[in-house]
């Protein structure tokens, strides 16, 4: 029996900053066809505890959110039940302070069915997506597009 001797790989989520966190999260879970977390049990518990004040919450979908965080996540992928975390692919959005003012450093790519782009670009747009712009290369062909907050990422 041979044993790995290598670190085991890391989990990561993506983190986006947001003006509007959970406006951004139900763009983003619609867009990939992913869930909203639901951390309600885990925050009814601290403020049962008295450990955060209500301040700190929203309501959103009819449950308990935080006010400044809210994560999307893959429906197939597990999830911690006690918090509402999910354990596998996730992006979490985050308040900040300040309005976005330059190009992503790092974007999505979001990958059509075969043929289907254009209905996924017509689709998004009705989300609230814009069109930044069309490219063809000879390596290939996608759109350039803009979530609701200006944050930039590619269907092809």
């Known amino acids: 029996m041979t044993s790995t001797s290598g ?16 406006a951004q999260a139900d763009f983003w879970a619609a867009a990939l066809h992913y869930e909203v977390e639901d951390n ?7 403020l049962g505890f008295g450990a955060v ?3 700190l919450t929203v309501e959103s ?3 308990r ?3 400044d965080l809210v994560a999307v996540r893959h429906p197939d992928d597990p999830v911690q039940e006690e918090s509402g975390t999910g354990l596998g ?5 985050q308040r900040v302070p300040e309005a976005k003012t330059v190009k992503n450093r790092v974007h999505l790519d979001v990958h059509a069915r075969d043929g289907r782009r254009e209905q996924e670009v017509d689709r998004l ?3 609230g997506a814009s069109v930044l712009r069309e490219v063809k ?9 803009a979530d609701p907050e200006g944050n930039e990422f590619c269907v092809h």
């Open 89 to 93: 692919r996730r992006l979490l959005f």
């Open 53 to 55: 004040p209500a301040e």
């Open 7 to 22: 670190p085991a790989p890391l989990h990561f989520k993506i983190v986006i900053d947001a003006a509007a966190p959970h």
């Open 125 to 127: 747009r009705a989300l």
């Open 40 to 46: 309600s049990a885990l925050i009814e518990k601290l």
């Open 65 to 67: 959110a935080w006010r």
């Open 61 to 63: 979908h009819g449950r």
């Open 137 to 145: 290369e000879p390596g290939g062909e996608w759109v350039m597009m």
